[in-house]
């Protein structure tokens, strides 16, 4: 089975973030970037996919220079070769454009399946995945925890609401956006890190993938979210801190 | 094109809370560019669900039917929807943001050459949609450009169900063309996931433990401290995705809804799918070394500081208050 997975690096989870001086996007400066979590049991599902039914995993990123660190870290965990689109400009972009972007570099691959991730950390829209699977013309589904082959395509169990599931099945080629926590991540290996070093990672410029790129919505500004409750912040040291607290729990909002 | 188009979501004729807020978020934009406002139900039996749309004030409320549409699948709902909007033409069409929405209006959208701005908190005059970014740690502003219908979906907890006035709206119903050949999915009933053994739901005291609590075997830190309180564990997703704890255990979106009189969150960013599941509780207290963690936004009381020296402190505080 050949599985492609779309990954995307993002500012790492505890980053201190600033918003940049015209207020567009944050200071990219100052952060660390990560694999997007949901993306990494994408990546998880397919390794796990290859190993009891063979085929390939191959990777692709859309982003900066940058980006080709979460491709070398997919293929130290075990993908076989990277795509990955060099893009600058992927803050002008909206999902659909970058939906575009990947969908021409992932259709002459012809894969069986596409993994994405449910959500990215970052921009949080949770749509690319199922942007694809509908600029591709295959079937999709999302919020998916366990992937089955089966001898008509695929089993998978989807997550609902309020800790229920639903099983659906669905021809191949297709779509899924991964959901996290499905299954155990691996970490890359010594020698999955020194191999990883001589695999491919194709580059392909936005504009030899000629995807349209006007954008339908713009992000016009960012901005610190308006406090709407506020919290009484217990000063002083753990101890004190800790003490005022049981106060206040006992005697003024009485709870305890 | 023109007009508010609000597409609700109903299980067995039941609305969802959400559903109504999404009628709220339609109305409030609706009025905001002096347009109408009507609501349209999918499914195969939508004949309750568009009774109680009609009583609210609706310019109209579509039943989109077909026997096709008795199980949910994206390609049943998306080809329906694609019909319906084709003729109707709405220049917004508002969705609550649920699971289901999520699976299948990113690929309406893009049949449209449109995409959805997912997730919406506020709608501002222009009209400027506000949506999260960062896990809550930032807003962005977002501003439809494309031609065609703009497509919102709205976030729970962010419009009032509860203002929506009455009224009688017209019902009309619209059957789509579909063939069961175009429906690639099959989805089988849902089931639930692990056994319930521990009702959080009815919990008095929680405390609630998140991923700065960094590995498993820290567990034991707060575990004492819920001993000290006599309060349920509870934890936010990446701890039961991780096994730390059992799945039963997670609150939240996709886990459990709790409303105690005290839910203690350690070690939790609060995240939009986290907070949906705890904002009832009467007093939120929050620990996090992280000042701006949105968790502070709908905390009562909050320590900001290092869990590793807070916890142990609080539970000595506890344990000294009870004597
Ligand atoms: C469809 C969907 C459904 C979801 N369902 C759920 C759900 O049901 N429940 C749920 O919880 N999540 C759910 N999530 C995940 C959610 O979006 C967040 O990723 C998750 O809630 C984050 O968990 P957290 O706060 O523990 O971790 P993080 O976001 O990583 O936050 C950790 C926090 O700990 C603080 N911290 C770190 N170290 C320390 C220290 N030493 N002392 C004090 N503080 C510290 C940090 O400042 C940070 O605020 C869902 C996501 C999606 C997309
Ligand atoms: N620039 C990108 N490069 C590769 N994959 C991406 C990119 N942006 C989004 N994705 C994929 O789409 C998923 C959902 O992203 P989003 O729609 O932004 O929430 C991510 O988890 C990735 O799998």
């Known amino acids: ?256 | 094109m023109s007009g508010v188009l609000v597409v609700i979501e109903q299980r067995d004729g039941a609305i969802g809370r959400i559903s109504w807020e999404a009628v709220a978020a339609g109305k409030f934009l609706g009025t905001k560019i002096g347009v109408d406002v009507g609501a349209a139900v999918i499914g195969a039996a939508t004949e309750s669900a568009a009774a109680q749309l009609s009583a609210k004030a609706l310019a109209k409320v579509v039943r989109i039917e077909h026997a096709l549409l008795a199980q949910y699948t994206s390609d049943g709902y998306s080809l329906a929807l694609e019909q319906f909007i084709a003729q109707d033409k709405p220049e917004y069409v508002i969705f609550p943001h649920t699971y289901q929405v999520r699976d299948f209006v990113p690929a309406l959208a893009t049949r449209f050459g449109e995409m959805l701005i997912s997730d919406v908190i506020a709608i501002a005059d222009g009209p400027v949609f506000a949506r999260q970014l960062l896990q809550g740690r930032l807003q962005g502003s977002y501003r439809h450009t494309g031609t065609g219908p703009c497509l919102v979906s709205v976030q729970a907890g962010a419009f009032r169900a509860d203002a929506l006035e009455a009224g009688s709206a017209q019902v009309s119903r619209f059957t789509p063309a579909l063939d069961a050949a175009q429906i690639r999915t099959r989805p089988e009933p849902p089931f639930r996931g692990s056994e319930q053994t521990i009702d959080l739901g009815s919990a008095q005291l929680i405390v609630s433990v998140g991923r700065g609590i960094k590995d498993a075997e820290n567990l034991p830190l707060v575990q004492e401290l819920a001993k000290a309180l006599g309060a349920e564990l509870a934890a936010s997703r990446p701890i039961c995705d991780n096994g730390w704890l059992p799945m039963e255990r997670q609150v939240g979106s996709s886990g459990q809804t709790v409303s105690p009189r005290l839910y203690l969150a350690v070690g939790i960013s609060g995240a939009i799918q986290h907070l949906v599941g705890m904002k009832g509780a009467q007093c939120i207290a929050a620990i996090n070394k992280d000042p701006d963690a949105p968790i502070f936004e709908v905390a009562d009381y909050g320590i900001v500081g290092d869990l590793f020296e807070v916890v142990p402190a609080l539970t000595e505080a506890v344990k000294a208050a009870k004597g």
């Open chain 1, 1 to 256: 089975m050949k599985i492609i997975v779309a990954i995307k690096q993002v500012p790492e989870r505890d980053a201190q973030v600033r918003i940049d001086p015209v207020g567009k996007w944050i200071e990219e400066l100052d952060v660390q970037f990560a694999l997007n979590e949901s993306d990494a049991y994408a990546l998880e599902e397919a390794l796990q996919l290859k190993e009891k039914h063979g085929g390939e995993v191959i990777v692709i990123s859309a982003g900066p220079e940058r980006a080709g660190q979460v491709i070398r870290e997919a293929l130290a965990k075990g993908a076989d070769r990277g795509i990955h689109i060099e893009a600058d400009d992927l803050g002008s972009r909206d999902a659909l454009g970058v939906a575009r972007l990947l969908a021409a570099a992932i259709q002459p691959e012809n894969p069986d399946l596409v993994l994405a991730g449910l959500q990215s950390e970052d921009l949080g829209l949770g749509q690319t995945g199922v942007i694809l699977a509908e600029l591709l013309g295959f079937p999709h589904s999302s919020l998916i925890l366990h992937v089955d082959v089966t001898a008509k395509g695929l089993k998978v169990k989807r997550e609902l609401e309020e800790g229920w599931f639903q099983s659906i099945e669905l021809p191949l080629p297709a779509v899924l956006a991964i959901q996290s926590g499905g299954n155990k991540l691996r970490y890359a290996t010594l020698m999955g890190i020194k191999r990883a070093k001589t695999k491919e990672v194709r580059r392909a410029s936005a504009g030899e993938l000629g995807a349209d790129a006007s954008p339908v919505v713009i992000l016009e500004g960012i901005s610190l979210p308006q406090k709407q409750r506020s919290t009484q912040i217990l000063p002083g040291s753990p101890k004190e801190a800790s003490a005022a607290l049981v106060e206040k729990l006992r005697f003024e909002a009485r709870v305890l």
